[in-house]
């Protein structure tokens, strides 16, 4: 069993989801990265997702953006992140990893060599966000063989026929977008979730997750009520952003630790 099977499975049996915090990898710096990823897990992430930076991301909103550009101005590259994923799993053996990124630095280094790397740097899974499932079956067939789960989007515009094409290629959860825009969008119709989840269910038993849009505790919570996991993003690197570096990880603690502790309410 994955790791990120591993956790889902834990956390039903204690009737508890999962929180899935998001940080670009080496923003603001590098060496904040693993300190950073240490903070979350204190505050009480149950999987960590990680960045993989990007100068021309589509499903980025302005927020994360500008934690891309703060690390491609270190030079941070899809190695760097790999090896930031190797030095938290020396001192955390069971907090799974995801990697979100896009296809062109996988494509760079070509799939055999990625999902090698990866998998011996202790990641668990990967979410290309321009890796459509009618163009991934071989990357995710070769994922699954090195023991990585291959993550999916699906959008509230997502044909049903199209769930059920995503759900026999995706492993470990499916991430369901909550509204039509990008990451760090204000609006979130908690409603409109609601109705779309049962027939991804339907399709699948996979966990689902869902992001976009849930920036406190209390839509946390609510969203916790129709989801298995929920993912929040923007407003952790806004946290980032605002703090001083003596204060960042602290202030990022405290708010997984209020997010977390809304969820277990």
């Given at each position: 069993m994955s790791r990120i099977a591993a956790t889902f499975t834990?956390?039903?049996?204690?009737?508890?989801?999962?929180?899935?915090?998001?940080?670009?990898?080496?923003?603001?710096?590098?060496?904040?990265?693993?300190?950073?990823?240490?903070?979350l897990v204190a505050g009480g992430a149950d999987i960590l997702e990680l960045g993989v930076p990007f100068s021309d991301p589509m499903a980025d909103g302005p927020t994360i953006q500008?934690?891309?550009?703060?690390?491609?101005?270190?030079?941070?590259?899809?190695?760097?992140v790999l090896a930031m994923s190797a030095e938290f799993r020396q001192t955390n053996a069971s907090t799974p990893v995801v990697l979100m990124g896009y296809a062109n630095p996988i494509e760079a280094m070509g799939w055999d060599a990625f999902c090698g790397a990866a998998a011996q740097a202790g990641v668990d899974g990967v979410l290309t966000v321009d890796y459509p499932p009618e163009e991934s079956a071989e990357f995710a067939a070769k994922c699954a063989a090195a023991?990585?789960?291959?993550?999916?989007?699906?959008?509230?515009?997502?044909?049903?026929?199209r769930i059920a094409t995503v759900a026999k290629l995706a492993r470990g959860f499916i991430y369901y977008v909550s509204l039509k825009g990008v990451t760090g969008a204000a609006t979130l119709d908690l409603a409109e979730v609601a109705a779309h989840l049962?027939?991804?269910?339907?399709?699948?038993?996979?966990?689902?997750?869902?992001?976009?849009?849930?920036?406190?505790?209390?839509?946390?919570?609510q969203v916790a009520e129709v989801a298995d996991a929920v993912v929040i993003g923007s407003r952790?690197?806004?946290?980032?952003?605002?703090?001083?570096?003596?204060?960042?990880?602290?202030n990022v603690k405290n708010f997984v630790a209020g997010v977390r502790a809304a969820l277990d309410k």
């Open positions: 834990a956390l039903k049996a204690q009737n508890k989801k999962a929180l899935i915090p998001f940080i670009t990898a080496g923003d603001p710096a590098p060496d904040r990265t693993v300190p950073l990823m240490h903070a500008r934690a891309s550009e703060r690390a491609l101005k270190h030079g941070v590259g899809l190695k760097d023991g990585l789960d291959n993550i999916y989007l699906l959008a509230p515009t997502t044909p049903v026929e049962p027939a991804i269910h339907a399709a699948t038993g996979l966990p689902i997750g869902v992001g976009f849009g849930i920036r406190d505790a209390q839509t946390a919570r952790i690197v806004q946290e980032i952003e605002n703090s001083t570096p003596e204060t960042m990880l602290n």
